[in-house]
T-cell receptor, first 116, second 116 residues
Framework: AQSVSQHNHHVILSEAASLELGCNYS??????LFWYVQYPGQHLQLLLK??????LVKGIKGFEAEFIKSKFSFNLRKPSVQWSDTAEYFC??????????????FGQGTELSVKP | GAVVSQHPSRVICKSGTSVKIECRSL??????MFWYRQFPKQSLMLMAT?????????EQGVEKDKFLINHASLTLSTLTVTSAHPEDSSFYIC????????????FGPGTRLTVT
């Protein structure tokens, strides 16, 4: 069965620290990959996405992610976090399965707390 | 562009009553809409996928008679929680994809349902 795993449940960092959140998906052929962020009390927002091409994708707010096909990974990174990055981060994968449209499988989420 | 709205944003109802939640794509035609449920501090759980004019496809374990989904037009899908009970209290989120074939989902702001 298709699955998505985020390794870190809760990450606590100080401002200016570097961030890397892990995301792995189970083998399943062609995939589209997404990172979403959910700020406290707000709805999901797309940070970045990978469909094809350059495996290093840049998103909003200084975030980037690298698709490593051999490792089935799509880790999220940011060189220097800010207090305002405190939020829940979700990795999501669309396994391009016929007749399932854009069905997304979400990871468990990682709560990021940035201390000022 | 690609804005999805939900109404209401919050609803409180008594046990045994039914509640309808609307999901609208405001500036695009949504070929497919998805309904998710999110428990506190947890990930999004896909409940069902609906395509305009056809019956919704429910995920395993989701009661289709309890969670009625209607996708009457290319811009509107509704989720009706029938005979609601306190355990149905949750955050319900819809999303929609357009017809461009990218399978990117645009998320609504969610509806907080509290059943007393």
């Amino acid at each position: 069965a298709q699955s998505v795993s985020q390794h870190n449940h809760h990450v606590i960092l100080s401002e200016a620290a570097s961030l890397e959140l892990g995301c792995n998906y189970s083998y399943g052929g062609t995939v589209n990959l997404f990172w979403y962020v959910q700020y406290p009390g707000q709805h999901l927002q797309l940070l970045l996405k990978y469909f094809s091409g350059d495996p290093l994708v840049k998103g909003i707010k200084g975030f980037e992610a690298e698709f490593i096909k051999s490792k089935f990974s799509f880790n999220l990174r940011k060189p220097s976090v800010q207090w305002s990055d405190t939020a829940e981060y979700f990795c999501a994968v669309n396994y391009m399965i016929y007749n399932q449209g854009g069905k997304l499988i979400f990871g468990q989420g990682t709560e990021l707390s940035v201390k000022p | 562009g690609a804005v999805v709205s939900q109404h209401p944003s919050r609803v409180i109802c008594k046990s045994g009553t039914s509640v309808k939640i609307e999901c609208r794509s405001l500036d695009f035609q949504a070929t497919t809409m998805f309904w998710y449920r999110q428990f506190p501090k947890q990930s999004l759980m896909l409940m069902a996928t609906s395509n305009e004019g056809s019956k919704a496809t429910y995920e395993q374990g989701v009661e289709k008679d309890k969670f009625l989904i209607n996708h009457a037009s290319l811009t509107l899908s509704t989720l009706t929680v029938t005979s609601a009970h306190p355990e149905d209290s949750s955050f319900y989120i819809c999303s929609a994809t357009d017809d461009r074939g990218t399978y990117e989902q645009y998320f609504g702001p969610g509806t907080r349902l509290t059943v007393t």
